[in-house]
């Protein structure tokens, strides 16, 4: 039996249409957990300590790219982690997934 992949998951992302793929995954899952939130809020004094509904710590576009950009920064664009030195489909994913999680 097969397990369907993680559509997040940037280890799937490896040319164009993969990382298309993730990136339409990444609004989905930004748009459900808008959703989630609607339905609902996370207690507004926990937002930016603790995550919302859908696992984001950042939500506006302008905290979203400033953690995706710390993370480039402090890890080096990923070269810290393991992620190769030459920028890849895989790479520019990790980038936008940090966008959602990186504090």
């Given at each position: 039996?097969?397990?369907?992949?993680?559509?997040?998951?940037?280890?799937?992302?490896?040319?164009?249409?993969?990382?298309?793929?993730?990136?339409?995954?990444?609004?989905?899952?930004?748009?459900?957990?808008?959703?989630?939130?609607?339905?609902?809020?996370?207690?507004?004094?926990?937002?930016?300590?603790?995550?919302?509904?859908?696992?984001?710590?950042?939500f506006t576009i302008e905290s979203y790219l400033n953690a995706a950009l710390a993370w480039a920064v402090d890890s080096d664009m990923g070269t810290r982690q393991g992620l190769p030195v030459e920028p890849s489909w895989k790479t520019f994913a990790v980038f936008l997934l940090c966008g959602k999680i990186y504090e």
């Open positions: 039996m097969s397990k369907e992949p993680d559509a997040l998951d940037p280890d799937a992302v490896h040319d164009r249409e993969s990382f298309l793929a993730f990136v339409r995954a990444l609004v989905a899952d930004r748009e459900a957990a808008l959703e989630a939130e609607a339905r609902q809020p996370t207690d507004p004094r926990a937002l930016g300590l603790t995550p919302d509904a859908g696992g984001w710590y950042n």
